[in-house]
């Protein structure tokens, strides 16, 4: 997991670079932390849901979903890496003991995933709160086992799972070369990716 993140924490430099954000300022401003939790939390969530569809109209058969997998891996880590979580503290690559189902492991990342919000002021209106990092900690631990859960329902060993986010850290770095936006968004990239 060690390269994972490094690798990662590369592609968020030249990715907020792209968009003229220094990422370890950005990370390390107290007002922009809680903004990059919220937008990354968002995007981890936005690949759940895009997992589940995958899923839904193609099986659990689907190549694309385990890439689909690998996508939340690339905001889980982001995540990590902004909260604090290292590598070494993340629990074993094995399936959740509360999920062996996409649809148990989904629940659990949608509990998860609100707890993470959860840990940020998000309600504008409430008085007190603020920014809670254990929480948040407690979160994404919960996450990263049902990430894990997750690809156990898919069949993916760590091997497997490593191989095809080296490929997408690729694709994810030429899409930033070719100023990847949501007009020029394709998958077509992430089907060349061998599973």
């Keep these: 997991m060690v390269e994972i993140f490094s690798l990662q924490w590369e592609l968020n430099v030249h990715t907020l670079a792209n968009a003229g954000l220094d990422f370890e300022n950005t990370i390390n401003d107290p007002q922009q932390k809680l903004i990059w939790i919220e937008n990354y939390r968002k ?3 936005a690949e759940l849901a ?13 190549q694309n979903g ?7 891996l690339h905001f889980l880590v982001s995540l990590s890496q902004i909260v604090g979580v ?3 503290e993340l629990p074993a ?5 509360q999920g062996d189902r996409l649809e ?15 840990s940020l002021k998000w309600k504008w209106w409430a008085k007190g709160g603020g920014y809670k990092p254990e929480r948040a900690k407690s979160a994404l631990s919960d996450l990263w086992a049902v990430l894990f859960g997750i690809c156990a329902v898919f069949g993916l060993d760590f091997d497997a799972f490593k191989k095809i986010y080296l490929a997408k850290n690729q694709i994810n770095f030429e ?3 070719k100023n990847y936006n949501e007009d020029t968004k394709t998958e077509a990239d992430n089907r060349s990716i061998k599973v």
Excluded at 66 to 72: L, P, R
Excluded at 104 to 118: I, M, P, R, S
Aim: glycine residues 4%; proline residues 6%; charged residues 30%.
């Design 93 to 97: 690559f094995a399936p959740h003991p």
């Design 43 to 45: 995007a981890l969530s």
């Design 104 to 118: 148990a492991c989904a629940l659990l990342a949608f509990l998860a995933l609100d707890e993470l919000q959860g």
């Design 86 to 88: 290292k590598p070494e």
């Design 50 to 62: 895009e997992l589940i569809r995958e899923v839904r109209d193609h099986g659990l058969a689907t």
């Design 175 to 177: 899409r930033q070369r």
């Design 66 to 72: 385990k890439v689909e997998i690998i996508d939340m």
